[in-house]
């Protein structure tokens, strides 16, 4: 008696493989998998507030991003990026730190970074001082110091040191999108930056 083994599942259709068009990459999303996934459930990412500190580890400088938007709007923001699957919290951060400041920025990252809050942002406006029109988005939010050259890439147009003062000012949380001038706030109290 023969015994029939079951048709292999075509190329990229296994359910424990990577998924069909993106055999390069398994924990890329294409544009509608992300739209739909966006629509279901809220997506994890990191921010970073870079800054530059002393010798005595006190924050002097506060690195602000412009940026342009999908829709050709120029805002200021912070160094933000998605979670892949599969991914270290650590390893996000590092990535989104170089593709927004450069290889060379060198940022410090702690062996364990904790961040100093989790920011949630809502498509409706309101519901948290943060607002994302596309998602629903739950960021872990960190301060992570760096002692090279920045050299923005990706879609940041030029990163701005400001003094704390100038980067906790109402007139730049104004250009900030999404609230980001409430976590760039908390960010500096959070490493008593804010007097």
Same mark, same amino acid.
């Given at each position: 008696?023969?015994?029939?083994?079951?048709?292999?599942?075509?190329?990229?259709?296994?359910?424990?493989?990577?998924?069909?068009?993106?055999?390069?990459?398994?924990?890329?999303?294409?544009?509608?998998?992300?739209?739909?996934?966006?629509?279901?459930?809220?997506?994890? +990412?990191?921010?970073?507030?870079?800054? @530059?500190?002393?010798?005595?580890? *006190?924050?002097?400088?506060?690195?602000?991003?412009?940026?342009?938007?999908?829709?050709?709007?120029?805002?200021?923001?912070?160094?933000?990026?998605?979670?892949? +699957?599969?991914?270290?919290?650590?390893?996000?951060?590092? @990535?989104?730190?170089?593709?927004?400041? #450069?290889?060379?920025?060198?940022?410090?990252?702690?062996? *364990?970074?904790?961040?100093?809050?989790?920011? !949630? +942002?809502?498509?409706?406006?309101?519901?948290?001082?943060?607002?994302?029109?596309? *998602?629903?988005?739950?960021?872990?939010?960190?301060?992570?110091?760096?002692?090279?050259?920045?050299?923005?890439? *990706?879609?940041?147009? !030029?990163?701005?040191?400001?003094?704390? !003062?100038?980067?906790?000012?109402?007139?730049?949380?104004?250009?900030? !999108? #999404?609230?980001? #001038?409430?976590?760039?706030?908390?960010?500096?109290?959070?490493?008593?930056?804010? @007097?």
């Amino acid at each position: 008696m023969a015994v029939r083994t079951p048709d292999p599942e075509p190329a990229g259709e296994d359910p424990f493989g990577p998924p069909k068009g993106n055999v390069s990459n398994p924990a890329w999303l294409s544009e509608i998998e992300l739209a739909e996934a966006r629509r279901r459930l809220p997506m994890l +990412y990191v921010e970073a507030v870079p800054v @530059r500190t002393d010798g005595m580890g *006190q924050v002097v400088e506060v690195g602000i991003l412009l940026r342009a938007t999908p829709v050709g709007e120029i805002v200021r923001t912070i160094v933000s990026g998605r979670v892949r +699957y599969g991914e270290t919290i650590r390893d996000a951060l590092f @990535r989104h730190l170089e593709n927004d400041l #450069g290889p060379m920025a060198f940022p410090l990252l702690p062996p *364990q970074p904790v961040p100093f809050t989790v920011a !949630e +942002y809502f498509p409706l406006p309101g519901v948290s001082p943060f607002h994302d029109d596309r *998602q629903h988005a739950v960021s872990l939010a960190f301060v992570v110091p760096v002692t090279g050259t920045c050299e923005p890439r *990706q879609d940041a147009l !030029e990163v701005t040191w400001l003094t704390p !003062e100038e980067a906790s000012s109402d007139a730049l949380a104004a250009e900030m !999108e #999404g609230g980001r #001038g409430t976590l760039v706030r908390l960010a500096l109290a959070s490493v008593g930056a804010l @007097r």
